[in-house]
């Protein structure tokens, strides 16, 4: 095929005029059954580099992506140019995905999104056999490279796929952010002769800023002044999900229109916001790393972080969404160098510990055993285990084996010890890639010049479009009235604990802080470690205050209060205050049954759970039934035994349980 013959098809099908040249040279390549490796900057229209040839292919083309949003964004574009796609994830209900496969298999799609994560699902792998595939598509391809800044296990899996498929059958991976190491560790793994397009990464169309702080204050107070002063809409990126609720809900008491956006969310949430984004209903979006990639938005003005990436890949990512139309875009980063204890955090914790491998080693040694098993016999989060079980399977230590339709895990006699070299490499890699990211915080020239270079692209231009290149540099003032408003924002705003569960009476109920970021956690810590006696005045002060703003004038028949597993008696000292002050009865015959660890011990929710079953009772149940019950504790964590305390009391007859705590813990929530 001619570009001519191309470009009227894609006239016709697209409704697009032309092709960029490396997009034609992509394409072309790919319609010749050849192998590519496309890295592209943001914007620059990877996606039509397979959907083109998708279309003219007889077959049906696999695209394995990691990401939902982009999934179902393109699934709408493509159905609406009369092309047909559908996409395969875990937000579908499983009927709706085997009559997805079912489809497929009958060559009724044309262009199919799929998650890399379905390629440990039997079903799926059976149906890849059924499907004329015409050509397999890696989006977001530096996931399958260790050396890239989101590496994914189950990406690995696709090398699999790729490696049976015929001579000749085209296959494309695509990225946006790639270093020479990762672009060579992507061919290698896909193999056979691939082809590398590389483009330029430069934006042209950026204002590129730095902004220095000293406390998390003086960024809340600078967004709170300054943020609706910025052209169009945007997002706003935070370091949590915690970071996400605080922001939102400081905007929202400065009636600046904002919602947050993470991964804790449900799907319909999710799609939600995303719908909203695309629509402007916002003036930014408050969000972890959950969302922006994928997000096909042309007119995103401004991007600004919070938080320091691990990066520069991914702060190009990242910014990345921002200004697609080539129209300028503000780019704004804050940085405390006390910021950069988060990213740390997220290196050294990305490969466990040594000592976790072999909790995990020893386990299977003993049985064959399942991811959950795993998790209860090890007590390790369940992303630990799946980066443990991925690596010892890579080494041979460990494999898969079906029993019936359970994957279990068991151990390879005679293997090689575990190689912990590798590891070492990488984290010494990533912490290299942290401290390059703080050099671009800290570089006194070109801002864009510096990513360029640091993602391997040498090419020759001179950028005047940053702080330190001609852009006027971005100060924070912060004055008494600005400090006062953070502080009555402060006072006033109280995380709520979502408890709710199915077949239970008990409701949301409020926390007073968060432990961490205010003096709540430091006072907290005095009484409960330290010898500090009972719990402050000020703690009741701020506790009845939340109580009053999520409650209001409730009445309930009886406070409870969770009985201590190493506290002696600071809650129910604490709860009897409460008791006296809203003149509602206590009770003290909420008891335990049976001795339980501290929760902070565990690592996972099983086991959280698995501690405090069965472990409470009301020893005067009559005194229960028909009751509203205000249940007390210091600290809220999972949830789980507020929650298990929810179900004693439920099935004594308690027509509604509200639970109300000193502090939340910010917990390992991430993205």
């Not at 399977?393 to 068991?410: H, L, P």
């Not at 004055?479 to 949301?508: A, C, H, M």
């Not at 003290?588 to 501690?611: I, S």
């Amino acid at each position: 095929m001619t570009r001519q013959e191309a470009e009227t098809i894609l006239q016709r099908t697209f409704k697009l005029p032309k092709f960029y040249d490396e997009q034609w040279l992509t394409i072309d390549k790919i319609l010749k059954g050849e192998k590519v490796l496309l890295i592209e900057k943001t914007g620059f229209g990877k996606s039509l580099c397979f959907q083109f040839p998708a279309t003219v292919f007889n077959g049906t083309t696999v695209i394995f992506s990691p990401l939902i949003a982009l999934m179902r964004d393109q699934v709408k574009k493509l159905t609406a140019l009369g092309i047909s796609a559908k996409c395969i994830n875990s937000e579908q209900t499983s009927e709706e995905n085997t009559q997805i496969i079912n489809e497929a298999k009958q060559g009724k799609i044309k262009i199919l999104y799929i998650a890399p994560e379905r390629q440990e699902n039997s079903e799926w792998i059976e149906a890849t056999r059924q499907m004329n595939l015409s050509m397999v598509v890696v989006d977001e391809a530096h996931c399958i490279s260790v050396w890239g800044h989101d590496f994914r296990p189950t990406f690995k899996r696709i090398i699999n796929l790729v490696k049976l498929l015929p001579k000749g059958l085209p296959v494309l991976a695509t990225t946006a952010t790639a270093t020479k190491r990762v672009e060579l560790d992507v061919a290698q793994q896909i193999g056979n002769n691939i082809s590398t397009i590389r483009g330029n990464l430069m934006r042209d169309n950026f204002k590129l800023f730095v902004v220095k702080v000293s406390s998390e204050d003086e960024k809340l107070i600078w967004l709170g002044k300054n943020l609706n002063n910025l052209p169009g809409s945007g997002i706003l990126y935070t370091g949590t999900r915690v970071d996400t609720e605080i922001y939102s809900k400081w905007f929202e008491n400065l009636k600046i229109s904002s919602t947050a956006y993470n991964a804790g969310l449900d799907a319909d949430s999710r799609i939600a916001i995303e719908n909203g984004l695309m629509s402007n209903k916002w003036k930014c979006i408050i969000s972890t790393n959950a969302l922006g990639m994928g997000i096909d938005k042309p007119d995103i003005r401004f991007i600004i972080h919070t938080q320091i990436p691990q990066s520069p890949i991914h702060y190009y990512q990242e910014i990345g969404r921002a200004g697609r139309d080539g129209q300028p875009s503000y780019i704004i980063l804050f940085y405390n160098p006390e910021d950069r204890k988060l990213p740390e955090a997220f290196i050294e914790g990305g490969r466990p510990a040594i000592k976790k491998y072999e909790r995990v080693i020893n386990a299977v040694k003993s049985e064959l055993l399942g991811e959950r098993d795993l998790m209860k016999r090890t007590n390790l989060k369940q992303n630990q285990i799946r980066v443990i079980k991925a690596d010892l399977i890579e080494q041979g230590i460990i494999r898969e084996v079906m029993i019936g339709k359970s994957k279990k895990f068991e151990f390879v006699p005679n293997s090689q010890p575990l190689n912990t070299e590798a590891f070492e490499e990488l984290r010494n890699a990533k912490l290299a890639d942290l401290e390059n990211m703080i050099a671009y915080v800290e570089t006194d020239k070109s801002r864009m010049k510096f990513l360029c270079d640091y993602l391997g692209d040498n090419s020759n231009h001179t950028f005047n479009n940053c702080d330190n290149t001609g852009e006027k540099k971005i100060t924070v003032s912060v004055t008494s009235e600005w400090t006062k408003k953070l502080q009555n924002f402060r006072e006033d705003y109280f995380p709520e604990l979502e408890v709710e569960s199915k077949g239970l009476n008990i409701v949301n109920g409020v926390a007073a802080s968060y432990y961490g970021v205010s003096n709540v956690g430091a006072a907290l810590h005095r009484s409960k470690y330290e010898k500090g006696g009972d719990f402050p005045d000020f703690l009741l002060k701020l506790v009845l205050k939340a109580y009053r703003k999520k409650f209001g004038q409730e009445k309930f028949d009886l406070i409870l209060y969770v009985p201590p597993t190493s506290s002696g008696d600071l809650v129910r000292n604490f709860a009897v205050k409460i008791s006296q002050v809203l003149k509602f009865p206590i009770s003290h015959n909420l008891v335990k049954v049976r001795q339980t660890k501290e929760q902070k011990v565990f690592e996972n929710g099983y086991l959280k759970t698995d501690n405090v079953r069965g472990a409470f009772t009301f020893s005067t149940p009559n005194d229960i039934k028909g009751k509203s019950v205000l249940l007390i504790d210091d600290i809220f964590d999972s949830g789980a035994t507020v929650k298990e305390i929810g179900r004693v009391l439920t099935n004594f007859g308690a027509v509604k349980i509200a639970p109300i705590v000193i502090a939340r813990t910010v917990g390992g929530d991430i993205v």
